[in-house]
Structure formats: C-alpha cells, structure tokens
C-alpha cells in the first residue's frame, strides 16, 4: 500500500531548540517537497528536491534545512533561527518535478512551548 | 495581486444544492491547474486536474477559461461529505516549476 508517511503527528518545540520532521514515500517519486501552512494562509514552499543529493530553497527557507540522502526520506530540520515555527508541516511527492500531480502526507503539527 | 486568490467562503448550501467556485491566477504563462480537497487539520487530497477542455467527474465539473483567468469548480447534488476547503493550484511558469495554493474556498453543505 504506497503513500506518504509523517512523524510525529503532533511535536513540541522549546526555545532555542531544533527539531526534525521525517517524511517518507514509497511510491519511488524522485521529487519530494516541504511546505508550511499557518490559517488563513495557502500552502507556503520550504524547501524541495528534484532527485536524490540535490535540493533546492523555496519560498521561505530561513530557518529550515532539509537532507536527501535516500530516495524514499525528505527530513526537514526547524532550527532555533525559525522564529515563528508553529505551523501545519506538510510533505509531498510527485513523480517527476514538472506539471506532475503532488501527493501528500498527513502532515505534522508544531508548537513551541 | 495575489498569484492566486480564491474567496475564502464559506458557502453554506443545502443537500442537493449546486454549487460553484472560482479560482484567479495572475499568471497567464501558467499551464497546470489543480484542485485539492482538504477536511479539517488533515492534509490536502487531489480532487481532480483541471484540462483546458474542461473536464467532469460524477458530481465535480473543472473549467479552464484562459482568456479571463480563473478556473472553476462546479458540484452538483451537494452532498454532506463535501463539506471541506477547497484548494485552487496553479503551476508557477517562472524560474523553476512550483505549483502555487490558493489560501481555499470552505463549503458546508446543511443537512
């Protein structure tokens, strides 16, 4: 059964900490992407990769980071320069980048203590 | 001008009532159109492509219309389970692909 997984569903942050967010797909998409959504708002793009050891900064990375080392894995890491972290994490893949339907997972909730 | 700008709704509608969405884009290079769905604190689910020809699914109805900008979503017989935010996505042509989210349209469909 191939889909998009996120842990943790829900992840406390203290000040001046970093958290990591993993995302993994087994649907051997080689495009996989980060986006943040806060209400109010449409989905905003953190960071993206188009292929394994290759990613890109999208619309708002400061204070992220993100690895791909594995096909399947798109870890993104909040660092303590993210000043405003509590957000909605969602992470989605899509076969190919380009005009390629994007798939998500269930995202991961932030907040910060 | 927003990149993409949906009417934030909600659209309160009865059963079995038709209900319609427009979607702008800013952007006329723009190719790719989406629409997600998206319940409550969950993530968004493709709902359908939106083709230049326009395109149907059951009760979902997508139109492209070029020339004025916006894409539509149509549902007939409005069902309880529909109620959710939908999402308009626009592929940005510049620079390298990204798709853009329009912030939703929320529909409550009334028993």
């Known amino acids: 059964d191939g889909g998009i997984t996120q842990s943790p569903k829900y992840l406390f942050r203290k000040e001046g900490q970093n958290v990591t967010l993993s995302c993994e797909q087994n649907?051997?998409?080689?495009?996989m992407y980060w986006y943040r959504q806060d209400p109010g708002q449409g989905l905003r793009l953190i960071y993206y990769?188009?292929?394994?050891?290759?990613?890109q900064k999208g619309d708002i990375a400061e204070g992220y980071s993100v690895s791909r080392e594995k096909k399947e894995s798109f870890p993104l890491t909040v660092t303590s320069a993210q000043k405003n972290p509590t957000a909605f994490y969602l992470c989605?893949?899509?076969?190919?980048?380009?005009?390629?339907?994007?798939?998500f997972g269930p995202g991961t909730r932030l907040l910060v203590l | 001008r927003k990149e993409v700008e949906q009417d934030p709704g909600p659209f309160n509608v009865p059963e079995g009532a038709t209900v319609a969405f427009n979607c702008t884009y800013s952007?006329?290079?723009?190719?790719?159109f989406f629409w997600y769905r998206q319940d409550c604190r969950k993530e968004p689910k493709l709902l359908m492509s939106?083709?230049?020809s326009g395109n149907e699914d059951g009760r979902f109805t997508a139109q492209l219309n070029r020339a004025s900008q916006y894409i539509s979503l149509l549902i007939r017989d409005s069902k309880l389970s529909d109620s959710a935010t939908y999402l308009c996505?626009?592929?940005?042509?510049?620079?390298?692909?990204?798709?853009?989210f329009g912030t939703g349209t929320r529909l409550k469909v009334l028993a």
């Open positions: 989605a893949s899509s076969r190919a980048l380009g005009p390629e339907t994007q798939y």
């Open positions: 649907l051997n998409h080689d495009a």
């Open positions: 990769s188009q292929i394994v050891n290759d990613f």
């Open positions: 952007n006329s290079a723009s190719q790719s």
């Open positions: 939106v083709y230049s």
């Open positions: 996505v626009v592929n940005s042509p510049s620079g390298t692909y990204k798709y853009i």
